[in-house]
């Protein structure tokens, strides 16, 4: 299984992100190298969604124009499902714009297994990649 590396600082950003965003979803990009998640950008969801989310065009041009900036790759696109399995949704696979980025779904829920799931997708199927929480 192929991993991708995340800081705990972010790990846990991630999380409180989502936990904020309730009852919507919220929305961004992981920017790093290769498979190490070095900074999260986080966007607004312009759909105000429990259920959906989706990064405007021109927020979406902004935050990809900050990371060349940074001279950071786009690694992930992370979003959250505030209810039911971080796991991807039909809509999730339809919207998958960006198959060379890691789809990193957070779960708010305190009793979630695992917060925070990375998934590829290859072909029609996702591959699930492990997250290394790293200090
Ligand atoms: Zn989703």
């Known amino acids: ?34 498979q190490a998640v070095k900074e999260i950008l986080p966007a607004a969801n312009a759909l105000s969604s429990p259920t959906m989310f989706e990064i405007a065009p021109r927020e979406l041009f902004e935050l990809m124009r900050r990371l060349r900036n940074k001279q950071l790759q786009l690694v992930g696109i992370y979003h959250s ?39 590829r997708l290859r072909g029609q199927e996702w591959d699930e990649w492990e997250v290394e929480v790293v200090d």
């Open 81 to 119: 499902h505030p209810a039911g399995d971080n796991a991807p949704s039909a809509r999730d696979r339809e919207r998958a714009y960006y198959p060379e980025a890691a789809y990193v779904i957070v779960s708010p829920a305190p009793e979630a297994p695992r917060p925070v799931r990375a998934f």
């Open 1 to 34: 299984m192929a991993s991708l590396t995340l800081p705990r600082a972010l790990y846990r950003a991630l999380v409180e992100e989502a936990r904020h965003s309730l009852p919507n979803e919220c929305c961004g990009l992981l920017g790093g190298h290769g």
